[in-house]
């Protein structure tokens, strides 16, 4: 369960009517929480929301876990850490009813294991099973045909107390293929339209993957995009203004050597329907 994506824009959140809770992390701390959810001590509370007008908050910490004036979607969304429109939520008279959500334990607990708990909480309260489905839809493709672009540079980390490079330091993902630790995740669009038109005075990136970018951005388009540029590990660098997608994508292009297609994709969608009654509504 990762929040980079997220937490990346706090510069813009306020902006949007998003606040973001201090301090703000890119998900909970990868501390020892225990694999089995009986094990773990912890409270979830699901209410009707109490903040005003449209603004939702959300904030993210190695023991905790609290969205505010988020809507049933958009929750889902938020713990299985995906865009809203990958979620299939037939629209009734409750699925825009907005609530306050907080999970909150005396100990630290992995990301895994706080998506776990978040997720059950939520079947439990709204009566709903999450069925994952793949999907044929109209999407951006994001590619790197010539590689990565001049201005794409390898990420290589912070010296750390023993003077040796923090993000040259690997784990084993246990697939063969190793996994850069190192210095936090931060990708910021500066300046972004609220409006929905995706526009931002430019984007900066430390240590960002290529995945988490196309689901930044994938925010302010029109469809979903999906990352085949097959470059690992992460990033450095930085995007100057732009004013539609257009010329976002021509930035891409011409700064980073990523380029965007408009194609069809098979997209894993999350399937959300009501177990043994025909509303979301949530037992109060």
């Known amino acids: 369960m990762r ?4 937490s990346a824009s706090l510069s813009l959140a306020l902006a949007c009517g998003l606040a973001v809770g201090a301090p703000a992390q890119s998900g909970p701390s990868r501390q020892p929480g225990g694999a089995n959810n009986s094990k ?9 929301t109490t903040m005003k007008g449209s603004s939702s908050s959300i904030e993210v910490g190695a023991d ?4 505010r004036g988020f809507d049933l979607r958009s929750l889902i969304a938020q713990i299985y850490d995906i865009d809203p429109r990958r979620v299939d ?3 009734d008279e409750n699925t825009n009813v907005r609530y306050d959500v907080i999970l909150m334990s005396p100990q630290e607990v992995s990301p895994d294991a706080m998506q776990r708990l978040l997720k059950d909480a939520l079947e439990k309260k709204f009566g709903l099973r999450t069925t994952p489905e793949n999907r044929s839809l109209d999407v951006y493709v994001l590619t790197a045909p010539n590689g990565p672009g001049a201005a794409l540079h390898r990420h ?4 750390n107390s023993s003077g040796r490079n923090a993000a040259a330091a690997s784990l084993d993902s246990g697939d063969g293929s190793t996994q850069e630790v190192g210095d936090e995740e931060q990708i910021t669009i500066m300046e972004r339209n609220c409006s929905g038109v995706p526009s931002g005075g430019g984007i900066v990136v430390t240590a960002g993957t290529l995945p988490d970018l196309g689901r930044t951005l994938e925010q302010d388009l029109d469809r979903p995009l999906v990352d085949e540029t097959h470059l690992t590990g992460s990033y450095d660098f930085k995007v100057g203004g732009y004013d539609n997608k257009v010329s976002l994508f021509k930035l891409l292009r011409e700064q980073l050597g990523l380029v965007v297609t408009p194609a069809q994709r098979s997209v894993t969608v999350l399937a959300v329907r009501p177990v043994g009654a025909q509303s979301f509504q949530a037992a109060m």
Request: proline content about 8%; hydrophobic content about 55%.
């Open 64 to 67: 905790s876990w609290i969205a």
């Open 156 to 159: 290589v980390g912070l010296q």
């Open 3 to 6: 929040r980079a994506y997220i």
């Open 89 to 91: 939520l037939p629209a």
């Open 40 to 48: 773990l001590q912890y409270e979830v509370h699901i209410v009707p």
